[in-house]
């Protein structure tokens, strides 16, 4: 679904990502993961045009989405949720999820209830502002923005970090939910190992912008973790 080929990026004279490639299945539930300073972040913000690459291919669906504008990937289908969450705080949670709609062509459409089913707390706490919720609520709020255009894939970056357990089991239970029963593709940066073992269904790991290993969960062994995630 997601095919990255060959993806060289720089900032300034800094080379980042090193003739990248790597591909995310249909249907795949795939955490990217890596020390500190790989790369991850700089990969995502790629895929998303939200930092220029210097050479190779990005296809998406089987379209090269290179030449595309952020906005024109989302629509395309990749959901993505950034690090650090960068919802509207002075925005309700209704006015958030609202803002993405706008990015649909079928401008009357209105926030798909699943998100509320998804996440009973923001119907909850739709009127209020979102700045006012919890670091695991606006969490929430950010994943049900990126579900608001109802893509075919969503991308996630550390959704996990600094956030509350109970929380974190409940973002976990429902990307399993749109992966296994809605067929949901899943890219996510994940630093946590116990989550990205109870949620992924397969591992990409980065070492200094290169691809270093990659297959099924199972086979993230205790090795492969000393060498590559272990500090
Ligand atoms: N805007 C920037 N300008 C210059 N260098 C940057 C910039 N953003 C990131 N870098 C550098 O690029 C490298 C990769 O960063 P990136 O954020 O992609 O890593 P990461 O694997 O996501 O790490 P983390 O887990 O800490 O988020 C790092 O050395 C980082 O310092």
């Known amino acids: 679904m997601l095919e990255v080929n060959a993806v060289n990026q720089f900032y300034g004279e800094s080379h980042t990502l090193w003739d990248l490639s790597l591909s995310i299945p249909k249907g795949g ?3 990217l993961m890596g020390r500190n300073g790989v790369g991850k972040t ?3 913000k790629a895929v998303m045009g939200l930092l220029p690459i210097r050479s ?3 296809e998406f669906d089987g379209q090269p989405v290179n030449s595309l504008s952020t906005e024109a990937r989302a629509c395309a289908g990749i959901g993505y949720v950034p690090q650090g969450r960068e919802i509207f705080p002075m925005l309700t949670v209704e006015e958030n999820l609202q803002i993405s709609l706008g990015a649909r062509k079928d401008r009357s459409r209105k926030i798909p209830d ?10 909850e706490m739709r009127h209020r502002r979102g700045g006012d919720l919890s670091g695991g609520q606006q969490q929430q709020l950010a994943i049900g923005r990126a579900l608001v255009l109802e893509p075919k894939m969503l991308i996630l970056d550390e959704p996990t970090e600094g956030i509350q357990p109970n929380i974190v089991r409940e973002i ?6 749109l992966n296994q029963q809605e067929g949901l593709t899943v890219l996510l940066v994940e630093q946590k190992l ?13 070492d200094k912008g290169q691809l ?3 297959g099924p969960m199972a086979e993230l062994t205790d090795a492969v ?4 995630l272990s500090v």
């Open 29 to 31: 539930c795939v955490c």
């Open 42 to 44: 700089t990969l995502l």
């Open 56 to 58: 190779g291919q990005i």
């Open 114 to 123: 699943k998100i509320y089913q998804l996440f009973p707390v923001l119907k």
């Open 172 to 177: 976990g239970e429902v990307i399993r939910t």
């Open 194 to 206: 116990p989550f990205a073992r109870r949620v992924g269904s397969d591992f990409r790991l980065l």
């Open 212 to 214: 270093v290993a990659q």
């Open 225 to 228: 973790v000393k060498e590559y």
